[in-house]
T-cell receptor, first 113, second 115 residues
Framework: KAGVTQTPRYLIKTRGQQVTLSCSPISGHRSVSWYQQTPGQGLQFLFEYFSETQRNKGNFPGRFSGRQFSNSRSEMNVSTLELGDSALYLC????????????FGEGSWLTVV | AQSVAQPEDQVNVAEGNPLTVKCTYSVSGNPYLFWYVQYPNRGLQFLLKYITGDNLVKGSYGFEAEFNKSQTSFHLKKPSALVSDSALYFCAVSGANFGNEKLTFGTGTRLTIIP
């Protein structure tokens, strides 16, 4: 069974640009969540989607957005990139409820220059 | 609000010795607790979880964790450390409300196994 797949793995963007990251969950998983990992702030929750609806949202500015498609695949978008957005963005998936194990992808490394 | 504390940024253990990585938590209601490991330039890899039942949970690669409700702790342990166990370890707790899939992570503990 394939794991959580994230694309692209590495990317470099310029300040002010926007970026879209993609995530394919484990087959059958309907919950997809996103996390940002930085050396200074650690692992922070961005948002979680279930059945194409945002179910939870972290404390990030509106420049960070996401969506989930009918096949459970998810994308997150960051607009007007800032240097501080440089981070590892991790996608995770699980079956449906909090008792289920949440599995993470390898992440997308974003560098903003 | 839920929170997790990992009091040690760095733990060094000699190969073959037992290891413990500490974690305490704060959450309303019954906690769902997780341990993940991260190798350099990789994502998070699931090790084990506590949902309910036996306080001693066994996971991958010989790791286990002990849930202690009175001390609100969930320490990760392994009887005999391997050099390959060297990595960054994260403790996490999930929300107390149904449908809240948010994981709150600790700051991580870097485990170094010395040959």
């Amino acid at each position: 069974k394939a794991g959580v797949t994230q694309t692209p793995r590495y990317l470099i963007k310029t300040r002010g640009q926007q970026v879209t990251l993609s995530c394919s969950p484990i087959s059958g998983h309907r919950s997809v969540s996103w996390y940002q990992q930085t050396p200074g702030q650690g692992l922070q929750f961005l948002f979680e989607y279930f059945s194409e609806t945002q179910r939870n949202k972290g404390n990030f500015p509106g420049r960070f957005s996401g969506r989930q498609f009918s096949n459970s695949r998810s994308e997150m978008n960051v607009s007007t990139l800032e240097l501080g957005d440089s981070a590892l963005y991790l996608c995770a998936s699980s079956l449906s409820n909090r008792a289920n194990t949440i599995y993470f992808g390898e992440g997308s490394w974003l560098t903003v220059v | 609000a839920q929170s997790v504390a990992q009091p040690e940024d760095q733990v060094n253990v000699a190969e073959g010795n037992p290891l413990t990585v500490k974690c305490t938590y704060s959450v309303s209601g019954n906690p769902y607790l997780f341990w993940y490991v991260q190798y350099p330039n990789r994502g998070l890899q699931f090790l084990l979880k506590y949902i309910t039942g036996d306080n001693l949970v066994k996971g991958s690669y010989g790791f286990e964790a002990e849930f202690n409700k009175s001390q609100t702790s969930f320490h990760l342990k392994k009887p005999s450390a391997l050099v390959s166990d060297s990595a960054l370890y994260f403790c996490a707790v999930s929300g107390a409300n149904f449908g809240n899939e948010k994981l709150t992570f600790g700051t991580g503990t870097r485990l170094t196994i010395i040959p």
